[in-house]
């Protein structure tokens, strides 16, 4: 199965600040990268799939980015609203993998 | 808008079985791939499986002996079997709608704890 990370595991930021989120595989995986952003309690959200197309009613602040092994999804201008932990996926083939999470926070 | 809702025991005994229900509402179960995933208590997701809109299933093989799902298109809904549970398998247990070839989810249920104990 295809293994992933993220880095880094937490970060801490400025409201205003450019947040950027790594994720890397241990094989290709095309154009078949997801980005999802969850909060304390509550279900994930898909922001991003197809590595950049933007979800319908996801703000603009939210791009994805990358290709082959590694992908970022970066936020132009992080707003306090954005604390959330934020997962990869992975879906060129089964089975369906997340990564570990990144963990963002408000300075 | 499409809504998942999951609903079953929110306790189960070690080594009986897990049983799961997510109804669709607002949008139809068919030519959609819908899915269990599961995160355990501070931790990350692991999906479980999905039920496509033919009935055809694929399942993690981390799990896969121990899975079973199946649909009611009449009724709109998906279902889980988890048998020989442990504590291991306590989570928040999701339902999510993705597609043929492109297993992302864009439609996510609220999550229901299950926890495993005597």
């Known amino acids: 199965d295809i293994q992933m990370t993220q880095s880094p595991s937490s970060l801490s930021a400025s409201v205003g600040d450019r947040v950027t989120i790594t994720c890397r595989a241990s094989q290709d995986m095309g154009s078949y990268v997801a980005w999802y952003q969850q909060k304390s309690g509550k279900a994930p959200v898909l922001l991003i799939y197809a590595v950049s197309r933007l979800q319908s009613g996801v703000p603009s602040r939210f791009n994805g980015g990358g290709s082959g092994t590694e992908f970022t999804l970066t936020i132009s201008s992080l707003q306090a609203e954005d604390v959330a932990t934020y997962y990869c996926?992975?879906?060129?083939?089964?089975?369906?993998?997340f990564g570990p999470g990144t963990k963002v926070d408000i300075k | 808008q499409v809504q998942l809702l999951e609903s079953g025991p929110r306790l189960v005994k070690p080594s009986e079985t897990l049983s799961l229900t997510c109804t669709v509402s607002?949008?139809?179960?068919?030519?959609?791939?819908w899915s269990w995933i599961r995160q355990s208590p501070g931790k990350g997701l692991e999906w479980i499986g999905f039920v496509a809109y033919t009935g055809k299933t694929s399942y993690n093989s981390s799990l896969e002996s121990r899975v079973t799902m199946s649909l009611d298109t009449s009724g709109n809904k998906f279902s889980l079997n988890l048998n020989s549970v442990t504590a291991a398998d306590t989570a928040v247990y999701f339902c999510?709608?993705?597609?043929?070839?492109?297993?992302?989810?864009?439609?996510w249920g609220q999550g229901t704890l299950v926890t495993v104990s005597s």
């Open positions: 999510a709608r993705g597609r043929a070839y492109s297993h992302y989810f864009d439609y």
């Open positions: 607002g949008g139809s179960i068919g030519t959609y791939y």
């Open positions: 996926q992975k879906y060129n083939s089964v089975p369906v993998t």
